[in-house]
């Protein structure tokens, strides 16, 4: 079964960074794709990032060159780098690990979520 635990998040002004972890389980880690969703308040929950298991990355046009998703297979972690943050990139931020095709994922499941706060 899938287990994610997400950690990093906190408050950070605007122009700031953070990074986000995420401890995935499990034998199929490796094979999975990866991806980063985040939902904030009153808005649908929407894909930020996805990584393959070749290591391909896709990013939300709202991210793109701020954001960098990446994978430590050794560590069953994947991580997602946040620069230049904005206001509007407040959020709750989940992890999941699922499968990639046609160019799209599909989530097998979500963590529990960590809180990103923009704000000055």
């Known amino acids: 079964q899938v287990q994610l635990v997400e950690s990093g998040g906190g408050l950070v002004q605007p122009g700031g960074s953070l990074r986000l972890s995420c401890a995935a389980s499990?034998?199929?880690?490796?094979?999975?794709?990866l991806g980063w969703y985040r939902q904030a308040p009153g808005k649908e929950r929407e894909l930020v990032a996805f990584?393959?298991?070749?290591?391909?990355?896709n990013y939300a046009d709202s991210v793109k060159g701020r954001f960098t998703i990446s994978r430590d297979n050794a560590k069953n972690t994947v991580y997602l780098q946040m620069n230049s943050l904005k206001p509007g990139d407040t959020a709750v931020y989940y992890c999941?690990?699922?499968?990639?095709?046609?160019?799209?994922?599909?989530?097998?499941?979500w963590g529990k979520g960590t809180l990103v706060t923009v704000s000055s």
């Open positions: 999941s690990l699922g499968t990639d095709y046609s160019e799209n994922y599909y989530p097998n499941g």
């Open positions: 499990g034998s199929i880690f490796s094979i999975a794709a």
């Open positions: 990584i393959t298991s070749g290591g391909v990355t």
